[in-house]
């Protein structure tokens, strides 16, 4: 479980966190929908202490975040774009990542096959494509036995077989009792992942509920027209 | 501390296969070599050695040291979503850029020394001295390059700092101090060139090194007045101090800024 506690982050003049709070259960998957810039990258980096908020907590299964590495051993993260050394092999660097945490997971193999990275391993992670890099950030992701996932738009550039093999993993996750944070503006994913949507507009939460809920709210049937309804006419509508 | 000695690890093996590092240390080996083979007295060569030194090795381990900074930005972003402490991250990475760079001018520069010292009679209190200031001066900046690239995301306004650095701490301030004695040849300023020179890095390395000549007096004001003021067990104390606060003071600042940075 995490738990987000008035959270405030600015960067410069750009307030891009206000005083949001929120709670994110165990065995559930919520998606933080939004327009760009609403704050969803920002509030995903504060929980996992890349971004320093300015104020307000964040505790992950209980334990708070700042200045408290520990609490990100069974986190897994996916940025939006996965950016990682050029000179560096595929291999080197799923050897890099395990040698600093000394965990050598026998899952390795079975997430390298599932994501087809095999015939890249040896690859310098220059030369890959947008969708084989965010695979390698994909196996990164699952190899350490994460309690919590913190996905930010994780389909986006993979092929449709990655792309659907990442959801059977994410709702696999989901089932064993993982917390999943996602983020998503491909509608359709989150009807087929989302238990419950977080609406975050200019850094504050306007509303929380299932995907139902925005359909009877908004009377719009199709969830990318209640959706845009939300984020045009605000949750008062 | 296992955390830092893997990233250090890391960087330091990432560092010493570029060409770059390759490269540096050849020009400490032949240019000291062909210093030591072209010159008829060793101490001669030590000094203009110093010279050398004195003007390259700041502007090299800034420029290097940025240079890495920039490039493993985004690898640093990548550990730090890792189960790891800011500070090991920090440090590990400070140390696999700074000690590749001090190890690549001591080994390029020691080795030629210590070749013509089979043969040769070599002052050795005195490469040791060259060689201790090359290292610390290669911390010192590799220091300095490390905290301003933390302070500042874009990279040319860095560069710029770093620049402006190296030539305000290696030309500009002897300019100056040199219109200061001019200027104030009336009072008694030595205690107060003491103090300006403890002010600059690149001064106290080579007031450090010419303390061990006896012909420091005709080497330099500030040479001379440590040397009478101080004498030689105090001044390269206090050199040595010194120098080690210009490597302390930013890390601990390039620390305390890396620590609050949003990635």
Do not use: C
């Not at chain 1, 987000?4 to 994110?24: E, I, P």
């Not at chain 1, 890349?50 to 907590?57: E, N, Q, R, S």
């Not at chain 2, 390259?56 to 990548?78: E, G, K, S, W």
């Not at chain 2, 070599?122 to 300095?144: E, H």
Request: proline share 4%; charged share 15%.
């Amino acid at each position: 479980m995490v738990v987000v506690d008035s959270l405030s982050k600015r960067f410069g003049r750009l307030q891009v966190l206000k005083d949001v709070s929120a709670t994110f259960e165990a065995g559930k998957v919520t998606a933080v929908v939004g327009p760009n810039a609403a704050g969803k990258s920002t509030l995903m980096k504060s929980i996992l202490g890349l971004v320093i908020p300015d104020g307000g907590t964040v505790t992950i299964d209980g334990m708070p975040t700042l200045g408290n590495p520990a609490s990100r051993a069974r986190v897994g993260y996916m940025p939006q774009e996965p950016r990682f050394p050029d000179n560096l092999r595929v291999s080197e660097l799923f050897d890099f990542v395990q040698d600093l945490r000394g965990e050598h997971p026998s899952g390795l193999d079975a997430l390298i096959d599932e994501f087809e990275l095999r015939p890249h391993l040896a690859k310098p992670l220059r030369v890959l494509s947008g969708g084989t890099r965010q695979k390698a950030s994909a196996v990164l992701t699952f190899l350490f036995d994460p309690n919590v996932l913190l996905l930010d738009e994780p389909s986006a550039g993979l092929d449709p077989v990655a792309s659907s093999r990442l959801k059977d993993r994410i709702l696999d996750e989901r089932d064993s009792g993982a917390t999943v944070i996602l983020t998503s503006h491909v509608m359709s994913e989150l009807e087929e992942l989302a238990d419950e949507v977080l609406f975050l507009l200019e850094g504050t939460v306007r509303f929380r509920g299932t995907i139902q809920s925005i359909r009877d709210r908004t009377g719009e049937n199709r969830l990318e027209r209640a959706v845009a309804h939300l984020m045009t006419n605000g949750v008062a509508a | 501390m296992n955390t830092t000695l893997k990233v250090m690890r890391f960087a330091f093996f990432d560092l010493v296969r570029s060409r770059w590092m390759i490269v540096y240390t050849l020009f400490f080996l032949l240019t000291t070599a062909g210093l030591l083979y072209f010159g008829d007295d060793p101490s001669q060569a030590a000094l203009s050695s110093l010279n050398l030194v004195l003007l390259i090795i700041p502007l090299v381990a800034l420029m290097l040291a940025m240079n890495y900074f920039y490039y493993t930005r985004d690898f640093v972003q990548l550990i730090l979503t890792q189960p790891v402490s800011r500070v090991s991250v920090f440090v590990g990475q400070f140390a696999g850029v700074a000690l590749p760079l001090a190890g690549a001018f001591a080994l390029g520069s020691g080795i030629p020394f210590a070749v013509h010292a089979f043969s040769n009679p070599v002052r050795s209190g005195l490469v040791v001295t060259l060689l201790g200031a090359g290292v610390l001066i290669s911390l010192v900046f590799a220091a300095l390059a490390f905290w301003i690239g933390i302070a500042n995301d874009e990279r040319s306004r860095a560069l710029g700092i770093a620049l402006g650095l190296w030539l305000g701490l290696s030309i500009v301030y002897d300019a100056l101090m040199l219109f200061f004695v001019v200027a104030a040849q009336a009072y008694p300023i030595d205690r107060a060139m003491i103090g300006l020179s403890v002010l600059n890095p690149i001064d106290l390395s080579r007031i450090l090194v010419l303390m061990q000549l006896d012909t420091a007096a005709l080497m330099g004001y500030t040479g001379a007045v440590f040397r009478t003021f101080l004498g030689t067990a105090l001044g390269t104390t206090l050199s040595i101090a010194a120098l080690l606060t210009w490597i302390a003071v930013p890390v601990v600042l390039g620390l305390r800024t890396f620590r609050r940075k949003n990635f």
